[in-house]
């Protein structure tokens, strides 16, 4: 059974589809990608799985449980976390803090603690700062911050949503990096990311989306080998 499947989604703003009825599904264990352009409804597609936008029609299924009519912190309380475009972090609050409110959810859970200093194993620099206020953070530390919050949530599913937007091409390697290795741990991710070279070559499968419809879909590195990818996607 997959993790997350979605069957003829659709997602409208306004009058506007954004999304125009996509099949997509997501095993346990799999680093899936979405590729597209600007615009092609990869970030809605998300926004509609968390919650945070509903879906005009079609179906959303994680873990064999349609989600489709849960609120945010429901979805988030099943063990699915979303790292947003733009990262969301609480820029007033110190790292410690933002990590605080990353397990919120798990109350007093004794593992916690393990937990954070897990996340600043596979962050030292934000072990470094933890009681540096967030806002004050390089750009590629903010992503840091917004990577380990939600890990702290201990995830089944991890969303992440361009995750290198914005970064020097040093600190888009180091983010890579980690999330490798939050994928070894056994944690499934499904990656929105602008850099579809580096989204294929991370992932086992890939999607592409285009006008908010899913085009070609397949092994990663079917994907990167197939001429049309490379032409629109890869700058070939």
């Known amino acids: 059974m997959s993790l997350l499947a979605l069957e003829g989604l659709e ?11 996509i099949d997509l599904a997501v095993e346990p264990g799999e680093m899936v990608c979405l590729i597209g352009a600007n615009g092609a409804g990869k970030s809605t597609t998300l926004r509609a799985v968390t919650g945070l936008v509903r879906a005009a029609a079609g ?14 912190h429901e979805i988030a309380r099943l063990g699915l976390a979303m790292v947003p475009e733009g990262r969301g972090i609480f820029p007033q609050l110190t790292i410690d803090e933002n990590l605080a409110m990353g397990a919120y959810a798990r109350g007093s859970d004794p593992s916690v603690r393990a937990d954070r200093e897990h996340v600043f194993h596979l962050f030292p620099r934000l072990a470094e700062r933890r009681r540096q206020t967030a806002g004050t953070l390089s750009g590629g530390e903010q992503q840091m911050l917004a990577i380990a919050r939600a890990l702290m949530s201990r995830p089944r599913l ?11 091409p040093l600190m888009v390697e180091r983010i890579f990096e ?16 602008q850099n579809a070279r580096l989204a294929l070559e991370v992932s086992h499968r890939g999607y592409v989306l285009d006008g908010g419809l899913v085009t070609l879909s397949g092994p990663a590195r079917a994907l990167l080998d197939d001429p049309r990818v490379r032409e629109a996607y890869l700058g070939e």
Not at 11 to 21: D, H, L, M, N, T
Not at 180 to 186: C, K, Q, Y
């Open 178 to 193: 980690v999330v490798r290795t939050i994928a070894a741990e056994g944690v499934t991710l499904l990656l929105v990311e």
């Open 11 to 21: 997602v409208a703003y306004g009058g506007i589809r954004a999304v125009k009825g």
């Open 158 to 168: 991890l969303l992440l949503d361009e995750p290198s937007m914005g970064l020097a």
């Open 59 to 72: 179906s959303i299924r994680y873990d064999g449980r349609d989600i489709g009519g849960l609120r945010v």
